[in-house]
């Protein structure tokens, strides 16, 4: 795989984890944890692109 299409997928992992987030904060009785996870996950792949970039 190369670069650039491993930060094509990290990049979409992202933005699929931030429509995610987005999802579960207007949900009504969602689960704090699990969004906090799924933030957490967002800024690893935030970090690991720009790391790559």
Do not use: C
């Amino acid at each position: 795989m190369s670069l650039t299409s491993h930060l094509q997928e990290l990049k979409r992992k992202h933005q699929t984890l931030s429509e995610e987030v987005e999802q579960a904060q207007r949900a009504p009785g969602s689960d704090g944890l699990a969004i906090a996870s799924l933030k957490k996950k967002k800024l690893r792949l935030k970090e690991e692109i720009e790391r790559l970039s």
